[in-house]
């Protein structure tokens, strides 16, 4: 009988190691949110996109480009879009109306990360989709990036869902990022308590 409680004394030593082991393990190295390696109070990584112009009512490619470290000072709107994303496409119309309102202070950029199709494509496609009637009388600034200067990636954003929307203040420190479509309203309540400052 001694031996057996002696066997299950160590048995139950053991395993209250064990679970104290997971426990420790678990905390301290599982349980633990995963990076991206940028986020929000951090300083902005800066980067360069292409950007389109527009000549004769149609958009161009060509040699204009879009850095963020020359915007420091200003409140720059990044936000993320592609060709096939319908709430990208539905939101751009808003982002325009608050660059048209808030031109003197803010910046707002939007980025088409679409690496499969080349910047002439992309330009031929908003020359010509009826989706994008209009966009060459919108304020705000049209980019892209190429695969090997993945902007979406190098500035926090690790979903790979679009639209996503980053706000970065006149410090250049990330303010604001959210996957998701944005209205004029939810720009302007992330923005307002920045102009105050």
């Not at 002439?120 to 705000?140: H, I, P, Q, R, Y």
């Not at 090997?148 to 990022?177: H, K």
Request: aromatic share 12%.
């Amino acid at each position: 009988m001694n031996k057996q409680k002696k066997t299950m004394a160590i048995v139950a030593c053991s395993v209250a190691g064990m679970v104290m082991l997971g426990a420790l393990v678990y905390y301290n190295f599982i349980d633990k949110p995963i990076k991206s390696g940028v986020e929000i109070g951090d300083l902005c990584p800066d980067f360069t996109v292409e950007t389109f112009k527009i000549e004769n009512d149609t958009f161009q490619t060509g040699g204009e480009t879009f850095t963020l470290s020359e915007h420091k000072g200003e409140i720059v709107v990044v936000n993320f879009w592609a060709t096939y994303c319908r709430p990208c496409i539905e939101e751009l119309p808003e982002f325009d109306e608050f660059q048209k309102n808030y031109a003197e202070d803010v910046t707002v950029i939007s980025i088409d990360g679409e690496t499969n199709i080349s910047p002439e494509v992309l330009a031929k496609w908003m020359n010509t989709n009826s989706k994008a009637e209009g966009w060459t009388e919108f304020d705000l600034t049209f980019g892209r990036y190429e695969k090997d200067n993945n902007v979406y990636s190098q500035v926090g954003f690790t979903s790979g869902a679009l639209p996503g929307t980053m706000i970065i203040n006149r410090e250049g420190v990330i303010v604001y990022r959210e996957d998701g479509a944005m209205s004029y309203n939810d720009l302007l309540a992330q923005i307002e308590p920045l102009l105050k400052l």
